[in-house]
């Protein structure tokens, strides 16, 4: 009899297991109808699920108009707010800093899971309408938050798990509040899902005793996916995005709960932008991703979707990169993506800052090579956004509201810019974006209704100041066709000083005034003659 009550009760442990990973019939709905909309036969919708389709698209006006956008993490991640927004996984890798502190601090992971955390997120101090106002001020034009970061934890009312903030932790809707809060103030509104990753994320709770082995936790922790090659990486580190046979393929199961998740959004948010993390890349996404491309596209008027690295052929979306940088004028528009915070994209104590000098040198160097620069934010889990993030927000705000029309609304010249600093021989490698730039640094920018081959307007913004007190644009040297008519006149943004050049063979000089009181980048106004 005991034998037998013993297998009984393994047998049950199975068998809810893998219910718990079974797709619902929400999840099956969600998914028939996505696919009878997106298949070739279906002649009501323009776009389809396949690349030679999805090749109609075009990024719209409004994206290479905005040029700068807010990111923002939080979620559960920020309670412990140790280490970096990956704790969750962290916590179940042994012999990383956050296996240890997690039972330093809290116990073991069979006493007190990632789970643990979810009623310590109570977002008491959230205002949607505080944080856009913020974001606005700081001349932001979209604000894309994080729908659901590969924890598993929604942060808006899902259908498809119990396991959001709708129904647990703050019991709210996060999205929807940011949704309404950014829509009202006149922004563009968007959201990321990192849920892909969410297949391999607590691989390792498998491997030692956890709460990760417990069914009933399935909805937070499952599938759980071990690695297809234990020991072939450093398990203690991130993954690299470039070696997807570090783990098992996903299966349909988990598949269809994806692209169920991310067309809900769609569903029921609205948003004009769609941010997916890099795994997407991996192979048998590909029909779920071309599926949920054609239904973002087809409901949605103006839409952006950006991918990473190779996930996506280059003319069916946008490109991103996170904090990378191109060192090129790009002919199609892109994204880079990084944080105000250097050592995470969630919330942690003691992390350090980027400073205000730093972020506008990256926007005009992104800008200037046809991209926008997506910087993120990573509030506390009260909902306070940290002071030295809020200070460094304003600052740009205020070089925006000065400097902006070299900005907003425009688009690259014929060369993206001047100088000797240039991206490493990876620029896309994590944190490259982190450069120090010379006075010989220039940008130019025109206004978007004007031909970069014969602008009556051309920006050229210094990313130092002089020291001799004068500044030497080459490529605006007479003969050398950059211009087509002479420089008649040069004006420096937010200021009335009167302002003397000389065009020549050389370049165009340009004597300057008294040095600004702070060390951000100089905007110059060239004015051709007619």
């Not at 939080?74 to 927004?85: D, H, I, K, R, T």
């Not at 310590?120 to 001349?139: C, E, H, N, P, R």
């Not at 991206?423 to 994590?430: C, H, L, V």
């Not at 974006?433 to 004007?450: G, L, M, N, S, V």
């Amino acid at each position: 009899m005991q034998f037998f009550w013993r297998n009984f009760a393994l047998l049950a442990l199975l068998a809810s297991s893998a219910l718990a990973q079974l797709p619902s019939a929400a999840v099956a709905r969600q998914v028939a109808k996505v696919r009878a909309e997106t298949v070739e036969s279906n002649r009501f919708v323009p776009f389809h699920a396949d690349w030679n389709s999805l090749a109609a698209y075009r990024t719209p006006a409004w994206f290479q108009d905005a040029k700068f956008g807010i990111f923002l993490h939080w979620g559960v991640y920020s309670v412990p707010a140790f280490g970096n927004e990956w704790y969750s996984r962290n916590m179940y890798v042994p012999g990383n800093a956050a296996f240890k502190h997690q039972i330093d601090t809290y116990g073991p992971q069979t006493k007190f899971g990632y789970k643990d955390f979810i009623p310590m997120f109570t977002a008491t101090k959230f205002s949607a309408a505080d944080w856009v106002d913020l974001f606005a001020k700081a001349g932001a034009r979209y604000v894309v938050p994080v729908a659901e970061h590969c924890d598993g934890f929604a942060m808006y009312d899902s259908e498809f798990t119990d396991w959001d903030a709708a129904r647990m932790g703050p019991h709210r809707d996060i999205l929807g509040e940011l949704a309404t809060a950014t829509k009202a103030r006149g922004l563009h509104f968007g959201a990321s899902s990192h849920r892909a990753e969410h297949w391999w994320w607590y691989g390792l709770g498998r491997t030692f005793d956890s709460d990760v082995n417990d069914p009933k936790y399935a909805g937070i922790y499952g599938p759980a996916a071990k690695m297809s090659l234990p020991g072939a990486v450093d398990d203690t580190k991130e993954p690299d995005p470039n070696h997807f046979e570090q783990w098992l393929p996903p299966d349909q199961g988990f598949l269809d709960d994806w692209l169920a998740r991310a067309t809900e959004i769609v569903d029921k948010y609205h948003p004009e932008f769609v941010y997916f993390d890099w795994w997407v890349g991996q192979p048998a996404f590909v029909p779920g991703l071309q599926q949920f491309a054609a239904y973002f596209y087809n409901h949605t008027k103006d839409p952006v979707l950006t991918y990473k690295i190779e996930a996506m052929p280059a003319n069916t979306a946008t490109l991103d990169i996170e904090r990378g940088k191109l060192d090129t004028l790009r002919l199609l528009p892109w994204q880079t993506d990084t944080s105000i915070s250097i050592h995470s994209w969630g919330y942690v104590e003691h992390d350090e800052y980027r400073t205000a000098l730093s972020l506008v040198q990256q926007l005009v160097d992104t800008v200037s090579k046809n991209g926008n620069l997506l910087l993120n934010i990573g509030p506390k889990s009260d909902g306070t956004i940290p002071e030295e993030a809020k200070t460094v927000l304003l600052q740009i705000g205020e070089w925006l509201r000065a400097n902006g029309e070299a900005i907003y609304d425009t688009r690259p010249f014929s060369v993206f810019g001047e100088g000797p600093t240039k991206a490493g021989k990876n620029p896309t490698a994590k944190n490259s974006d982190i450069q120090t730039y010379t006075a010989e640094d220039i940008r130019f920018t025109i206004p978007k209704t004007q031909s970069p081959e014969a602008p009556a307007t051309l920006y050229a913004t210094t990313l130092g100041w002089p020291a001799d007190g004068t500044l030497r644009i080459k490529v605006l040297g007479t003969g050398l066709g950059y211009l087509p008519r002479a420089v008649c006149s040069v004006t420096l943004l937010g200021s009335d000083a009167k302002l003397a050049f000389a065009q020549k063979p050389e370049g165009l000089f340009i004597t300057l005034p008294a040095k600004p009181m702070n060390d951000l980048p100089a905007v110059f106004r060239i004015g051709t003659c007619p």
